[in-house]
């Protein structure tokens, strides 16, 4: 078997998807809005914004991150409110959509 490179989704040239999870996507994003004492963990960690399939969920996570650089709090109102000052809310999925990540708070939980 010829050996691969794997640089930026591309392997051998040729474009590829790499996999993908939504609900553990929303699950972190539930985590970051829940529990703010798991935030140094997950923002100085290696997960950035890029890390997210779902463009919203990109946004999202931009918006708790700058957030937290600036101290404050970080719930999904002032993650939302963040998100329509800078003009993204709507392609974010709106408040309902960032509001509903807390119902993915039961599965990330146990996260530790």
């Given at each position: ?78 993650v939302a409110d963040y998100l329509r000052k800078e003009g993204t809310l709507n392609k974010a999925g ?19």
């Amino acid at each position: 078997m010829a050996d691969r490179e794997l640089t930026n989704n591309l392997i051998d040239g040729e474009q590829k998807n790499l996999p993908y999870d939504l609900e553990s996507e929303r699950a972190l994003l539930a985590l970051c809005l829940k529990n703010s004492s798991k935030l140094d963990a997950i923002l100085k960690g290696r997960i950035t914004e890029e890390d997210f399939y779902d463009a919203r969920h990109k946004l999202i996570y931009n918006a708790i991150s700058k957030l937290y650089v600036n101290s404050s709090n970080i719930d999904p109102y002032t993650v939302a409110d963040y998100l329509r000052k800078e003009g993204t809310l709507n392609k974010a999925g709106n408040n309902e959509y960032v509001i509903s990540l807390i119902d993915s708070y039961a599965v990330s939980a146990n996260a530790d």
